[in-house]
């Protein structure tokens, strides 16, 4: 989520350069440039729910609101059961007009689009090349039979324009022939497709790891019979989950081998071209660098296989290890959908949307896109997860002093970004607090950069009534002042004297800091110091780039130090490092290691006192402790807080780096 205080009226944006298509340097940003524009105050709302749609007509919609929205804000979404968009639209201040058949809204704005984009449903990037042509040509996104159900003129057809099997080149014919009518001020990673569960199906448990496991230790070749699952008309489904959601630590599969009546019907590594026929869903797992495939938490993937006609016996032997759930249907457990989320920003912005892996062909194509935009500008979405993932896509925008906001599932941002909320930038003040030799606890709940996730499971876990008993740090993007104020007020305006709102990984956008040019890294950080002033925080949670080893982080140096230093407010950084012992003070600047310890309440206590074990209590000790968003919430902090007596002492953050600068500097 991102808030702004400047609203910029569509009409007013797209002076510049024919549209949106002006990039502003770094240098030239300022209070009245907002990073990531809105679209004027939203002051009535078409309202509907369309958790119930299909992604076909969720897309519809969803890019016909950033051709409404762009204009004047009028359509607002929820898109999903539980309700995560209905919460925030009494913070939008609009008169709201409820419809319960959402479909019926395209009949009512139909007019102020021009006409239709045809996707092709047997190409699915082209999901991505039509919302780009969308914003561009003031269309929706649609199949042809949508086009011709709701009277849309057809615009372009993109059906059998691409090869489904080449990639890159689909993008490439995009960026050759669209991004030169783009906006240069944002570009955008959405994957083309979702993966939907169907319902009512019955799984068969086939073997589950109940212990703890996060070393390997448990890794063998496991033989499973999935002879009984042979009676089904669609072949053979294997699920692969983490037993114990808790921890990341799910199910890691090396390879798979198939046998029917004995003789090999398949076998594959995961990641290689072998596996892709019997992947059926892998999009909520990724690959790791001993050539597996993981899921952790509530993630997953799924195998379907097909034996012959007439097999009496369908064996799989499954190079397994860690917290593994693994099992088998014979129904369809999921179907793909168009992937319907952020659209209305990307099309009311005229943004470039593409989904690249970053590693191999589509990662050069990649870092060529990275390439064509000034430093600061953002990469709003996220990334795949293939064996580059999350860490290789970041490092990459880095080294193109690209700063990444996930906003993937980030709902209705051109209603948020233009709500006239008032973002405050009065900084707390600091408890008082006198220095003893005791060991200093500070709690920091992560994941604030991803703005979705202060959308949705923030608010959730924010709404905990236990919320505010123990000193806890909450992570959040700084740029919610641009395309979400009225949620960054919201968490504002209800905190508690123990709740202190900091910066999500690394300031304004995630980054690596240690990637960046060395002539741009001063951008990046004057940016972050903009954002953190309008907004009163003075901490930050960051990150660094990976190690050459690729087992841990780079620490912070004196040239990032420093620059943080000249261009922010910030009087310390807890940095990633999860083994929590990295201090030091680089160019004067308070850095230490987050310590993240794993499972619940109990477990956690019980870690911590084995980490200080040989403190002789004769000096103060400082511990950053991590929380894991997804797993935990403020019941489960304020029951550690029990658990936790002499000598620990729980402080928020502002003082937990006030007593550790004075045992720096006594």
Known sequence: ??????????????????????????????????????????????????????????????????????????????????????????????????????????????????????????????????????????????????????????????????????????????????????????????????????????????????????????????????????????????????????????????????????????SFTPGTDAETPYLFDGLNSALGGDSNRFADGGNYFIYRFTAPAGTRQLLVEVDLWNQFLVTATTTAPTRVEPFPYFRDYTVAMRAMVFWLPPSGATGALLDEILGKVQPTTPYAGWFSNDVAGEWGGVDRASQHAVEVVPADYYMNATVHAGVPAKVSDRVRPVPRATLRNRVYLTLTVGEGDNIQYCQRRMRQIWDDPARGRVPTNWTVSPLLADIGPALLAHYQRTATEHDLLIAGPSGAGYTYPGSWPQDA?????????????????????????????????VAFDERIAASYRKNTPLRGIIQSWETGDLQAAPAGLPVIGNFSPQGKAQEYRDTLVKHIEGWDGARPLFIAGAVNAWNWAPSDIAELGTLLGDPFEIVRGDTFFKLLAQSMNP
């Open 1 to 266: 989520m991102v808030s702004r205080r400047t609203f910029l009226r569509a009409n007013a944006v797209v002076l510049a350069a024919g549209g949106l298509g002006v990039s502003l340097p770094a240098q030239a940003a300022t209070a009245a440039t907002p990073l990531l524009p809105g679209f004027g105050r939203p002051s009535r709302l078409d309202f509907a729910d369309v958790s119930t749609l299909h992604g076909d007509d969720q897309l519809l919609l969803t890019t016909l609101q950033g051709i409404v929205n762009r204009r004047d804000p009028r359509l607002y979404f929820n898109y999903n059961r539980e309700g995560y968009d209905t919460a925030w639209l009494d913070s939008t201040g609009a008169r709201v007009t409820r419809h319960d058949r959402p479909l019926d809204l395209i009949a009512r704005y139909r007019g102020e689009a021009r006409g239709a984009i045809l996707h092709d449903p047997a190409v699915p990037d082209s999901v991505n090349v039509a919302t780009t042509l969308a914003g561009l040509e003031n269309a929706v996104a649609a199949t042809a039979e949508q086009a011709a159900e709701h009277g849309f003129k057809v615009i372009t057809d993109l059906r059998g324009r691409f090869d489904p099997g080449d990639v890159p080149a689909t993008y490439r014919w995009q960026l050759d022939h669209l991004f030169p009518r783009c906006t240069k001020a944002l570009l955008s990673g959405l994957p083309p497709t979702r993966t939907v569960k169907v319902d009512n199906v019955q799984w068969r448990e086939v073997a589950r790891e109940s212990e703890r496991i996060r070393d390997s230790s448990n890794r063998q070749v496991r033989t499973f019979d999935l002879s009984q699952e042979l009676s089904g008309q669609d072949g053979v489904y294997l699920r692969f989950q983490d037993s114990l959601g808790d921890d990341g630590w799910g199910a890691s599969v090396g390879s798979v081998v198939v046998k029917a009546d004995g003789t090999t019907i398949a």
């Open 521 to 553: 890294l001063d951008a990046y950080t004057a940016l972050t110091g903009r954002f953190l002033r309008r907004t009163g925080m003075n901490l930050v949670y960051a990150y660094n780039q990976r190690n050459a080893a690729g087992d841990g982080w």
